[in-house]
């Protein structure tokens, strides 16, 4: 623009505005000023927005007054970054915030790392969010300005809780994992002794609490780290506590260990070489241990474990724990599948090698070494036929209603007998659990939201002093309702988690393959294999069952 100069001081620093009226050919506003300054290298100056007013007012005031002189005004200047460090109350986290200059300064890692070091950030920076942090200001327009967290501290973390460590092993566990021969051969047949505890056996040890992790602040403080807790250690049935060492659980009985959720006892154990017309049925208050076979129409009842080191033939057996059939087991079925003559009905799991005609009754776990066939299952857990990490047993012509996956290395038989799995009955009572929980929580929501009204309008009164008494207990009846509400509210998410959680859960797993005549069932959900399939998945997503070939 003739007439108008625009030009740094000498120092480099500044920038000024030269007019000289008499060169100027055509009027101009404090806006063409600002357009002249944006098309110019001194762009990215901070500008005087009321310099630049002055000295176009007083260019107009010379034209019409005839003065010729030079008008001369400061109107902008180069302005550095600002950066300010800021540390957080817990001391870690420390935030910079930068505000781009004005054709000044950009910031360095080098002087982003002096800044903290002025505010007393030493441990925890990160230099990759630096860089970043520089060049965000490198690409940004002046003025902008950016926070980003560029130091943590490390919380300290407390230490595990104490734990409680078996010395032996369940039976069922030493049946499930065979004895190894050397470094490369596992022996299918040694299963390993089944434990038979004599009083004074160390049973249970309880670890110590982790010490937990020191943490540091971003000023380079050590926090202390806070151990964690110790567990109650209590004797179970049969068991006592050392005299020497209060970690330690010795057995006071000699009998049959069981460790389960977090608890150790001994069972008092009867022990036979077998079940048969001339020992007669057993009904034993503990665990029962037979070192022989099980005939026909003999029965088992024992309020404990029962393990038989042998064969089951057309024999009852009922246990208050886990049943374990190191061999076989078989019965008879009459034509409609209705009468079972070879029942095992336990409260925990059941395992046997191989079984034929069995009704299998049992709140955990099903395991099968072998094979199995002409049964029917009805179990609170899984059905698992075959090696424990990778199931290629055979399982067909069976019954089965379980709460979680089913696997076998084959599913069904070439005959197409058929193979029914049920998962419905677990599915429906949690069902019927949310339910109740969703309509009682509905009707303490209303009865509190009612409540809250009726405080607020107590609250909003002057009290008298001889009511003041009942208006303390209704805030406290007020907030243990509130208090139970939350709680309901929680238990409800864990029940829809519960819900999502069973459907995930409930699948077939065939490492082998899938015959005609498998029937997978969720209500009224069905899949139905038609055909032969080659090493798959049956799952439970989408409200649809789906067929996964398994690579």
Known sequence: MLGVTLKTDETDRYLDLDILPDLVQQKFEASDIHELIQKSEFKHFFVFDENILDAVNSYKSSVENGVASAIENR??????????????????????????????????????????????VKRGISTKRLKHLVEQCEQAPPGETF??????????????SSKLKPLVQNALERILKPQTLGSTRVDMRNLGAIICVQKGAELLRRMPPGEGRKGFTVGGETIKAKPGEWLKFRPGDGTVISDSDENLLLADIAGMPKFKDQKMWVDDIFICKGVNVGSGNVDYDGSVLVN?????????????????????????INAGGDIIITEGAMGKVNDSATVYSSSLTAKGNVHIQHGQGLDIICSGNVTVGRQLAYSRINCGGKVTVGA??????????????CQDAVSAGTLGAVSGSNLSVDFSDGFNTLLERKDTLDELLKKIRQNN???FERMNIINSKLIPQDMQDRVDEAKQLFE????????????????HKSKEQYQTDIQLMAN???????????????????REYDRTKICFHGHQWHFEPLT
């Open 75 to 120: 109107i902008g200047e180069r302005r550095d970054s600002q950066v300010k460090c800021k540390i957080v109350e817990d001391q870690l986290t420390a935030l910079l915030t930068v505000t781009t200059g004005y054709a000044g300064k950009l910031p360095t890692i080098n002087s982003l790392l002096k800044e903290l070091d002025k505010t007393g």
């Open 292 to 316: 022989g076979d099980v005939t026909e129409k003999m029965e088992i009842n024992a309020t404990g474990d029962v393990t038989i080191n042998g064969f089951v033939e057309s024999a009852s």
């Open 388 to 401: 424990v990490d990778k199931p290629n047993g055979n399982i067909f012509a069976c019954n089965i209603k």
């Open 449 to 451: 939201t009612r409540h």
């Open 480 to 495: 243990n309702e509130s208090q139970l509400l939350q709680w309901l509210e929680n238990k409800a998410q864990e029940m």
């Open 512 to 530: 082998k393959r899938v015959y005609p005549g498998v029937v997978v069932k969720l209500n009224n959900r069905t899949w139905r294999a038609e």
């Open 147 to 160: 926070e980003a967290i560029v130091a943590k501290g490390l919380p300290p973390r407390v230490g595990k």
